[in-house]
């Protein structure tokens, strides 16, 4: 692993990305336990499906996210969050309350918890987006990653008012063209934030990590501004009301998104390293599932009666991709960042390796318990009995990773004492 591209002597203190990543798992908690209130969890629009899909996205994605830029701006692109300490916890805390607030509006249908979800969340996000904004503007480097989270900040920034929109008019029934709106905010959110947040972060975390040769420069020069470029006129089709032109926007993700996957694939039969490990499973798992929901997306798209299938893929993509990918980050990111901030810390010896942090067996056990919650979310639009599978699988996922970050806490924390006393 080389970490001689990375600007390493900017990073922020541990505390600052792993008090998300810390926090980021109760969500899954949460949104396993939202779903019991749900007696159709194949139907998307129910208000406890609704609370626990935004538990995930907002309070598990979007809290693991946060946390991860508050990381990569500083040390991938070389310049840092400005007040790092301050925008950590004046994002975090109105993320936190908004996303209970939001679940707990839509779960009781209380316009009044949905208007101060708003306004929490409005401010998480403008503290958030503003910061990086100001420290992508200020950074030197304009590399593919750059231009990646770039691009990703415009889509969430575009996600959120949109967000933000529906939940006020969901308040206060406003006349709106909700099922448009909502097409536009999941577009964006999932399209535009989540997906080109992790092509520009794979382009480093993929060869750093995993020990794959670089991205090649066609793919890591044009997937980014392909991918906004189709959810652009894919919005542009939406609002004019010009069917062709969808279909070629959403043929056009979906194509870039299938590129991403079968390269990140390749790179990764072609390792250096041959053994194999939980953390480069996860990844796997996640670009086959993103596979798995280009497929699905396909069959919608030639086959618009059957909605099922447009459901799936966007099921696949969140729980299949997203939290795959996610998953195998962290089990990275925080041994790494473990190990880092204790060796750049001056001691050579005494420090544990990355292996040392958080235990092999746990990660493989996440990692199998994942794909059953995989499986069972994909069958239940039609089983019962898999919709209480899925339920049992985020509850479980979110202990074992609560405990698998708290141990990395531990590691790090009973390291610095010990090494304190010598």
Known sequence: ?????????QAPPISVPLRFFAVAPLFLILAALTGLMSDRLADAHTPALLAATHCITLGFIGMIMFGAMQQILPVVIGSPMPSSRLVAWSSL????????TLSGGFLLSNADLLHLASILLGLAFLIFIVASLVSLARAAARNATATAILLSVLA??????????????YAGGWQLDYPKLAAAHISLALG????????????????????????????????????????????????????????????????CAVCFALVTLKLQF?????????????????????LCAASCAATALLAPAHEYFRQLSIVIFILGFALSVIHGMLYKIIPFLV???????????????????????????????????LLAAMLAFFWDAAAWLLILGLSLQGVLLSFAILTGIQVYRRTRQRLEKV
């Open 156 to 169: 969430l920034t575009a996600a959120v008012t949109l967000g933000i929109v529906l939940a006020q008019g």
């Open 339 to 373: 190990w880092f901030h204790l060796f750049r810390g001056g001691v050579k010896k005494g420090v544990p390796n990355m292996k040392e942090v958080i235990p092999e067996p746990w990660m493989w056990r996440h990692l199998w318990l994942h794909i059953v919650t």
């Open 93 to 100: 805390l109105p993320l936190i309350f908004g996303t209970l």
């Open 192 to 255: 535009g934030w989540v997906m080109l947040l992790i092509v520009g972060v794979s382009y480093q975390v993929v060869p750093m990590f995993q020990l794959t040769p670089s991205y090649p420069e066609w793919l890591s020069a044009g997937l980014a501004p392909a991918l906004f470029a189709a959810l652009l006129l894919n919005l542009a089709s939406s609002y004019f009301d010009v069917l062709p032109l969808g279909f070629f926007a959403e043929g056009l993700f979906w194509l």
């Open 270 to 290: 072609q390792r250096r390293r041959r053994v194999t490990d939980a953390t480069l499973n996860f990844f796997r798992l996640g670009m086959i599932s993103l």
């Open 1 to 9: 692993m080389s970490t001689a591209s990375l600007s390493t002597e």
